[in-house]
């Protein structure tokens, strides 16, 4: 009966042992997923985002076995819909769109590497070096989230900046769009006068292409059309009889 108990004990041990195991390796690549989200997610072009946005994903595969052989339910069901998510990225048309599924799945990602912890931490009660390895684990989780809340502030600046240069933008483009309608109500004025029969037309703008353009590039791209304009205007003039 005793060697009966004594191998149950030993076969508990050794399966809370490759439990551990599990848990360490699940780790290791669940927060090489999270930091290849992260990047995904900081990426100013589509094609960055959608190649970290994969590498996350592979990661969560090659970590969804052992999470489940862990025993994690919660990490496992949050990875589980992070993949679910990174696999929507690359048939994404629009940056706002694979940056959306993005976003979710880095969420996730993080929520997976809290709730792994807890499951590593309370298998790390039993053992001798229990209250080292929480402090241990402590200190690593505060640095993590020292990490975390440093990238949370570059992403806030990235993010303020961003804003700035769109309201820069568009107070560009207001401006530049005022100044030519003006200039080409003093055109018509004028050929009015003259009996003109022909009229200066403001060509239609595409808001979006010019949002997607550099300060200069805006600039001159309005100077190209304040002289395409004028051009035209003095030809008209030339026509028209004294």
Known sequence: MKKHYLFLFFLLVCLKFQSQTNCSEANSEINYAYSNVKHSYEANNISHLKEYAFKSLEAFKRAESKLKECGCQVSYNHAYDAMQLLEKVDPAESYEDGRFFVKRARELAKECIIELDKCTAEFQEDTSLSLLQDEQKELQQQQLLLKQKENEIKLKMAEQKEKELILKKEAMINQYNSVISSNVTSFNDILKIYNSKDKVV??????????????????????????????????????CDI
């Open 202 to 239: 403001i060509p239609n703008e595409n808001l979006g292409n010019l949002m997607d353009k550099s300060l200069e590039e805006i600039k001159s791209h309005y100077l190209q059309n304040l002289r395409g304009l004028t051009n035209t205007y003095l030809s008209y003039l030339n026509k």
